[in-house]
């Protein structure tokens, strides 16, 4: 069953079998269509399919070039407000949705490290970790990975008796995020709920699944008792909001700054008979509260950055973590 992201590889190769005798507007019906049968979110993004189309279909005729009915099938899926759906063809990618459109991210790990760390105490990939003033841990992800490496991050600041660890998931735009609930497994002293999922199920727009629930089991070997604190900005997204949903709630976890960018479907993919590729949400994940996560996980407490801090060598994200 699908409940995270999934990254639709778009190659388009010499075997495939492409139909170039298809008219502009039947290509657009066969888009409309699927997209239509297929894509989870039209209630909650409250968008009028219908209208999309008697919208964008006008545009079509004879005359319609190539480049003409990428750029309008390109405007239709913009109207659904979702980063992670794709449009390409050989060549060329839409544009995608900007999720991150009307914040302000300022998040720079150089400033953390020249004017915050006291101790680098390791790295591996896009993991990174060390200890800030006051026994205070920290530990970066800036892509959804090294879960191993993690949690051998959470051990080691328990043996160095740390007063705090700051897990720091901004401008993290995602991976996978399969390892979540074992990973968590630290965090919880009893079977846990995390949240919920469901797929689309059937062609039409409220053909779902009933919600399938997620649960993390304790670590019958290791329980991390120290205060964690999360820092999230509107560029954590996809699995990272998966992530900041599943921990939020668990005890002695505070999450810290902007609301995340969202992102709580998983995509599929098809081919269309001119060759050309997409993919749309068809799934949703629900935190504890069944309350759905597309449009973000708000934070406990909400701070952000300006850049002018940044500038000045200054983290007031970072620095409200420490002092909480």
């Given amino acids: 069953m ?7 590889a778009f190659t388009i190769s010499c075997s495939q079998n492409i139909d170039n005798d298809n008219s502009p507007s039947e290509i657009y019906e066969e888009f409309w269509t699927w997209v239509d049968q297929n894509y989870i979110y039209f209630d909650l993004k409250e968008v009028d399919w219908e209208e999309v189309k008697i919208k964008n279909a006008a545009l079509i005729n004879e005359n319609t070039t190539e480049d003409d009915l990428f750029q309008i099938m390109e ?7 979702d980063g992670h759906n794709r449009l390409q063809r050989k060549g060329q990618s839409a544009r995608n949705h900007n999720f991150k459109e009307g914040y302000e991210i300022h998040f720079d790990l150089d400033v953390i490290k020249q004017e915050y760390v006291v101790d680098s105490l390791g790295a591996d990939g896009y993991l990174y970790w060390a200890m800030l003033e006051d026994e205070v841990g920290y530990v970066n992800l800036s892509d959804f990975n090294r879960y191993r490496a993690f949690r051998s991050v959470f ?3 328990h043996a160095r008796s740390v007063s705090k660890l700051i897990i720091d998931m901004r401008s993290n735009g995602g991976g996978d995020s399969n390892a979540v609930p074992e990973l968590l497994s630290v965090l919880v002293k009893e079977k846990t709920a995390l949240g919920a999922y469901t797929e689309k199920s059937g062609p039409e727009h409220n053909d779902v699944t009933t919600p399938i629930r997620i649960f993390s089991e304790p670590d019958p070997d290791f329980y991390f008792d120290i205060p964690v604190v999360v820092l999230i900005d509107r560029g954590s997204y996809s699995a990272t909001s998966y992530f900041a949903a599943m921990i939020k709630g668990l005890d002695n976890v505070t999450l810290i700054g902007q609301v995340t960018g969202g992102g709580g479907g998983g995509n599929s993919g098809f081919q269309f008979s001119n060759g050309w590729l997409i993919a749309v949400s068809v799934s949703d ?7 759905s996560i597309e449009a973000g996980v708000e934070p406990d407490i909400y701070i952000e950055n300006t850049k002018e801090d940044i500038d000045n060598g200054v983290d007031k994200m970072l620095e409200t973590a420490i002092n909480y």
Avoid at 75 to 81: A, I, N, T, V, W
Avoid at 285 to 291: I, P, T
């Fill in 285 to 291: 994940f629900y935190d504890k509260n069944g309350v």
């Fill in 2 to 8: 699908i409940y995270i992201f999934i990254t639709l």
């Fill in 75 to 81: 405007s239709s899926l913009l109207e659904l407000r």
């Fill in 155 to 157: 051990e080691q600041m």
